[in-house]
């Protein structure tokens, strides 16, 4: 049995309904280190750092709270994972996602932590419709959930500011994914429910990185990141054929 779309879900030409619905249903286990989202609780910190070193050398900042007076956008922020400590970063972030339940528990988190972020039910689209644009853009295991890669990602590269930078994290579209991220990783260890990820969605970094530079985008990195079975962490890697991030410029 399959779950409906969610009716709540933003009607855009990106926007997957049938995804949106599958992490609506699992919206108030977000915060939960030991549950459904446990991966991305281990996955966290070696990202953060990634983000946070590489947008300090971007922007030449320095200090406990670099980013006072940056814009930052989460977009398909979930339960707010990283808009959280981006915001204690000093970003003035603003975080968007598709379904309404993942955007409530995300709220009620962050007021209960008395932090200040801007939550959005919405899109891409609906961003670039009212005119937002932003110093750095968080594009973090998200684009192989969308529905149109290529209208989705024009969307995102008019959101970022001349000068500007954009993080994309996703899965490598290789047989070691397919093993490691999909099989192993929802069927053989249980990290992830069965179903979470759809493998034909995965993308070779040379697809991502020609669409981003077909939207006007200057890639500056492509990181690859491992986990590392004897510590039971993430950590930077130049292996690219699982997970990785792109690191892209708006010319200013």
Not at 80 to 93: D, H, K, N, W
Not at 150 to 167: E, Q, R, T
Request: overall charge negative; aromatic content about 8%; glycine content about 8%.
């Amino acid at each position: 049995m399959t779950e409906s779309a969610d009716p709540s879900a933003p009607a855009r030409p990106s926007v997957d309904p049938a995804e949106i619905a599958k992490f609506s249903a699992m919206a108030a286990e977000w915060w939960d280190p030991t549950g459904k989202f446990a991966p991305l609780h281990k996955f966290n910190p070696v990202r953060l750092s990634f983000i946070r070193d590489t947008a300090a050398a971007h922007f030449g900042k320095s200090g406990l709270v670099p980013f006072e007076g940056l814009r930052l956008l989460d977009i398909g922020c979930g339960g707010g994972l990283l808009s959280e400590p981006m915001t204690r970063l000093g970003f003035a972030v603003t975080a968007v996602d598709a379904s309404v339940k993942n955007i409530k528990t995300a709220m009620t988190h962050a007021t209960a932590q008395g932090l200040s972020i801007d939550y959005r039910h919405g899109s891409a689209e609906s961003l670039v419709e009212s005119g937002e644009q932003f110093d750095v853009v968080l594009n973090m295991e998200v684009v192989e959930h969308v529905a149109d890669l290529s209208l989705y990602l024009a969307a995102c590269a008019k959101l970022v500011k001349p000068g500007g930078i954009m993080f994309v994290a996703t899965l490598n579209k290789t047989l070691k994914s397919l093993a490691l991220a999909k099989i192993g990783a929802e069927y053989i260890l249980r990290w992830l429910p069965p179903g979470t990820h759809d493998w034909s969605r995965f993308i070779e970094p040379k697809t991502l990185k020609a669409l981003l530079t077909e939207n006007g985008l200057s890639v500056t990195t492509t990181q690859g990141v491992s986990f590392d079975p004897l510590n039971w962490s993430w950590r930077l890697s130049s292996d690219t054929d699982v997970n990785y991030m792109v690191v892209a410029e708006q010319a200013r």
